[in-house]
């Protein structure tokens, strides 16, 4: 009779078994899943890879076809730019040679007009006077010494604008070098292939080169040499007209200065001609008015008198009354009357020798004015000056007595 052998081992239940063997399966389809999509990615890895390989290397060979047209425009832009300049600092140096002839040329009327202010000091007294030919004259001497340090200004910065011109056409020949030898490289490189006999494989070449420069960089660089060389020429160009302006102002002013100050020569001798003709009606009323002032000091000097004699009358009446006897000696109105006389002439009196000082002052000083004035009386005479530039004479002006 068979007999149940157990085994001695743990026993699943089914859900269990169940569970595992689902899980088997799906692990089984995920890996097959993942190898599928393996092989998938490598095909399209393979075919990405060769077409961006493809793509690149027609890219690049683009890029440096494109980098020769770039490189080769700034070339030609720094060609004309340094032709250019060439021809800028030649010009330049023209004008500043004529800037240096044209100073030159100012000494003469510059001397001129400081002998006419020499000529002008032999006036004498109260007619040494600055008036407005004085102030002329500095004006002219002011307006040619400012031309003159115009003119020196304008050299000065000629030579400074020359060395620039220089310096920027150092610069634009170092890069317009550095761009021919950079064309020949990338020429160079263009055409080579896959079948070219010199291609190999470098140790690292993609390494960043000491002093190497981002393209931002090197497009700033040229176009700050460009840009500076074209500044350069403008400033240059500008200084030439500025230059060629102050040589052309400079006879402009001094033709008008020269015409302002004989105008103010002419006008001079009108108001000393006009003052002249003023104090001679000046005199002449003065000493009328003089000779009414002694009338009438002369009638002061009778009232002043007369009014004594009335004051020396009430003061004899009071003392007169001051020996009346007894109760006869009272204050009546008489007494009252002949005080308020008294009080009243010497107001007068007062009054009448306040006038007397004012009018006798009134003539000392009429006196001492018409001394004066007739110690100033102008009789000017002088010449113009000059009459032209390059051609001056200033015969001075004499306007004392």
């Not at 030919?133 to 001497?141: F, G, M, R, T, W």
Request: hydrophobic residues 35%; contains cysteine.
């Amino acid at each position: 009779m068979a007999t149940l052998s157990v085994k001695p081992s743990p026993r699943f239940r089914l859900p269990d078994w169940q569970t595992n063997s689902y899980l088997l399966s799906t692990n089984a389809e995920r890996q097959r899943d993942a190898s599928h999509q393996i092989r998938q990615e490598a095909r399209v890895l393979r075919n990405e890879t060769n077409n961006q390989t493809i793509w690149d290397e027609h890219d690049n060979r683009t890029r440096l076809a494109e980098r020769i047209d770039t490189v080769s425009r700034w070339k030609e832009m720094l060609d004309k730019c340094l032709t250019d300049l060439d021809a800028e600092i030649d010009a330049l140096a023209q004008m500043k040679e004529s800037a240096e002839q044209n100073l030159q040329a100012k000494n003469l009327p510059l001397d001129v007009a400081i002998e006419c202010l020499t000529l002008r000091e032999s006036r004498r007294d109260i007619d040494v006077v600055k008036d407005p030919v004085e102030e002329e004259l500095h004006k002219e001497v002011e307006v040619i010494e400012a031309t003159k340090k115009a003119l020196q200004q304008k050299i000065s910065q000629a030579f400074e604008k020359l060395f620039l011109l220089q310096e920027a056409r150092q610069r634009l020949n170092s890069d317009h070098r550095g761009k021919m030898e950079t064309l020949d490289i990338d020429r160079g490189c263009l055409s080579l292939n896959l079948t070219s006999p010199n291609i190999s494989l470098k140790i690292n070449p993609t390494r960043v080169p000491n002093g190497s420069t981002s393209l931002q960089q090197w497009d700033d660089l040229s176009r700050f040499n460009k840009d500076h060389g074209e500044a350069e020429m403008k400033k240059a160009i500008e200084l030439r007209e500025a230059i060629a302006l102050t040589i052309a102002e400079t006879n402009n002013e001094l033709e008008a200065q020269r015409v302002a100050t004989e105008f103010a020569f002419r006008k001079r001798l009108r108001e000393m001609e006009k003052l002249y003709s003023e104090l001679k009606w000046q005199e002449k009323n003065t000493l009328e008015e003089i000779a009414e002032l002694h009338e009438d000091i002369r009638h002061l000097e009778e009232d002043l008198r007369r009014k004594l004699q009335n004051l020396k009358l009430c003061h004899t009446r009071l003392e007169a009354r001051t020996y009346r006897p007894n109760v006869e000696l009272c204050r009546d109105q008489a007494q009252y009357g002949l005080t308020d006389e008294v009080h009243q002439l010497e107001a007068t009196i007062a009054a009448l020798k306040q006038k007397l000082a004012q009018a006798q002052s009134t003539v000392l000083h009429g006196r001492h004015s018409h001394g004066q004035g007739a110690g100033a009386v102008p009789a000017g005479q002088g010449g113009l000056r000059r009459g032209g530039h390059g051609s001056q004479v200033c015969s001075g002006v004499q306007e004392g007595p």
